[in-house]
């Protein structure tokens, strides 16, 4: 018996059970994301898009911890017992994938989506327009450049956010020194503004 439950949906107590011989169940305190399965072979396979949340600037320890306290707000303590011998138990599933049981597979696929600010968009948008005015060489890594400004551009304007991924390779070549486009105020600006977004 293979039971299964995969991405966006919402749910407190939810939990998996194996059939015999199967190697224990899932008990999970809430889920809001994520996949789960449980069962001999099962498979749990998590492909969601996530978006990453971040503190407000102005946010204080103590109002975030007020925030926590606030009942249906903090995290699920973990149950005190896993459902069976190898079961597994887990507080709070918010993303990513679980699974129990014997030649059990779980795999998490999903990507991290941040929200692409103005500022940025309007860096990436005048690097792009700067590009072709450099002096070219073989193995510039002004190709590299210009498509990932292309796609972040294109998600952005499309869904106002962008893939986390991205926004790190498109910093490590703006950072590295290894292209010319590197040497550009604009692309200072956009190093600088993925920066913030990614930490």
Known sequence: MTDRKQGGGSGAGSGAGGGAGSGGGITIGRMTGGAVAAGERAQAENHAERAAHHAGKNESRAERAGRDAHPGTGLVPVPAEAP??????????????????????????????????????????????????LVRAEGDGVDAVGDELAGLEEEARRTGRTQRGRLVRLRALLSSGTTAAGGLASAATVAEAAGRLLT
Request: net charge negative; charged share 20%; proline share 6%.
């Open 84 to 133: 069976g011998h190898g079961g597994v138990a887990v507080g709070e599933l918010s993303g990513g994938a679980v699974a129990a049981g014997r030649q059990a597979r779980a795999v998490d696929s999903s990507r991290e989506v941040l929200a692409v600010p103005p500022e940025l968009l309007e860096a990436v948008a005048e690097l792009r327009r700067q590009l072709p005015l």
